[in-house]
T-cell receptor, first 115, second 114 residues
């Protein structure tokens, strides 16, 4: 079965620092990739997604992610974080050809941004 | 757009009782509904998938007789936790998916079984 690994459980950054959150997946075939964000007390929201084409994907709120097929990675980046980015971030994978639309989630990375 | 509601948002029940959680897609139609549970500091774990008007497909290890899922319409799905036990205490999240592949998430329901 496919799995998704997020390397960091908790990341603490100062405002204006750059962010990179790692995500690796284990599935040999074609995948759709997602990053979701969960702000404190709120539900999951889609940040960005990759289906095909340009491996550098831009999402909302200045986030971007790069799909590196050879590394089975889909790392999330933001050049300058803000206090309002404090949230939990989840990477998710949907393997194509699996016959379903199921998402497999990573365990999440909690980001705390210090003003 | 894409508003998903869950009711109740928080429920406490006694061991042995049943709890029903409702999930509504308020401004779109959900052809597929996913139900997840999330334990503290852990990821979302898929429990089951249902298509409107069909029986749900449960993930391995999820008891279908304990977690009853009904997806009677394109805007409403329910999850009933029957004979709840303390180990069922968790955060339950519905995730409706449209026919064109857009997937959204409900705000979740925190279930505490005493």
């Amino acid at each position: 079965a496919q799995s998704v690994s997020q390397h960091n459980h908790h990341v603490i950054l100062s405002e204006a620092a750059s962010l990179e959150l790692g995500c690796n997946y284990s599935y040999g075939g074609t995948v759709n990739l997602f990053w979701y964000v969960q702000y404190p007390g709120q539900h999951l929201q889609l940040l960005l997604k990759y289906f095909s084409g340009d491996p550098l994907v831009k999402g909302i709120k200045g986030f971007e992610a790069e799909f590196i097929k050879s590394k089975f990675s889909f790392n999330l980046r933001k050049p300058s974080v803000q206090w309002s980015d404090t949230a939990e971030y989840f990477c998710a994978v949907n393997p194509l050809g699996a016959g379903s639309y199921q998402l497999t989630f990573g365990k999440g990375t909690k980001l705390s941004v210090i003003p | 757009g894409a508003v998903v509601s869950q009711h109740p948002s928080w429920v406490i029940c006694k061991s042995g009782t049943s709890v029903k959680i409702e999930c509504r897609s308020l401004d779109f139609q959900a052809t597929t509904m996913f139900w997840y549970r999330q334990f503290p500091k852990q990821s979302l774990m898929l429990m089951a998938t249902s298509n409107e008007g069909s029986k749900a497909t449960y993930e391995q290890g999820v008891e279908k007789d304990k977690f009853l899922i009904n997806h009677a319409s394109l805007t409403l799905s329910t999850l009933t936790v029957t004979s709840a036990h303390p180990e069922d205490s968790s955060f339950y999240i519905c995730s409706p998916r449209t026919g064109i592949g857009e997937q959204y998430f409900g705000p979740g329901t925190r279930l505490t079984v005493t």
